[in-house]
């Protein structure tokens, strides 16, 4: 498709369950960036790939986040033994190139943890 | 470190009314500034940038200017349609470096 592609669009897990959230970026775009978006709070930056660099996993809240991504297309970001407060707006997003271009974002995957 | 201030809301006026969202920033050196927009079940999406001090940016009606001596970015619009209800996000992005910094967001609502 022309944008960025997320799946699922609604996750409901049990709590101590994994799960995985896909990405498809815009084809050509060599950044992906996942961000988490709690209810009534702002976009908190988790991992960040560019091409074929070591990513930027400052973000990430715990060792049961991780995320991946193969060549510069799909990634995936796992999220291990969830909790409660995992639960929250997952977004993906991607960007042509160079820093400054514009970021497009997905329109996220919804986590519940009952 | 960099962050970002949004005013909080959820803000709801009337059609035609002006809005102002203010937005202010903490950053060293000279950042771009963001404005981007979620409209109700759409993903994110870039409303307007500027990319150095005293840039003004502006699209769909929506204008803001970098002003570096407040460290603001305030969004404006002078008459707003219901069409605008949308969460509105300020974020800061570090020449050279690869993420932005996001503001909470602002719920916009406004009514016919």
């Known amino acids: 498709g022309a944008g960025v592609s997320q799946s699922p669009s609604n996750k409901v897990t049990e709590k101590g369950k994994d799960v995985e959230l896909r990405c498809d970026p815009i084809?050509?775009?060599?950044?992906l960036y996942w961000y988490r978006q709690r209810l009534g709070q702002g976009l908190e930056f988790l991992i960040y790939?560019?091409?074929?660099?070591?990513?930027?996993k400052s973000g990430l809240p715990s060792d049961r986040f991780s995320a991946e991504r193969t060549g510069e297309s799909v990634s995936t970001l796992t999220i291990q033994r969830t909790q409660q407060e995992d639960s929250a707006v997952y977004l993906c997003?991607?960007?042509?190139?160079?820093?400054?271009?514009?970021?497009?974002f997905g329109e996220g995957s919804w986590l519940t943890v009952v | 470190g960099n962050s970002v201030t949004q005013m909080e809301g959820p803000v709801t006026l009337s059609e035609e009314a002006f809005l102002t969202i203010n937005c202010t920033y903490t950053?060293?050196?000279?950042?771009?500034l963001f404005w981007y927009v979620q409209y109700p079940g759409e993903g994110l999406q870039l409303l307007l940038k500027?990319?150095?001090?005293?840039d003004k940016g502006s699209n769909k009606g929506f204008e803001a200017t970098y002003r570096k001596e407040t460290t603001s970015f305030h969004l404006e619009k002078g008459s707003v349609q219901v069409s605008d209800s949308a969460v509105y996000f300020c974020a800061l992005g570090r020449q050279g470096a690869q993420k932005l910094v996001f503001g909470q967001g602002t719920r916009l609502t406004i009514n016919p």
């Open positions: 950053a060293t050196g000279y950042p771009s």
């Open positions: 997003a991607s960007r042509p190139g160079q820093a400054g271009d514009t970021i497009y």
């Open positions: 084809s050509g775009h060599t950044a």
């Open positions: 790939f560019q091409g074929n660099s070591a990513p930027d």
């Open positions: 500027a990319t150095k001090a005293d």
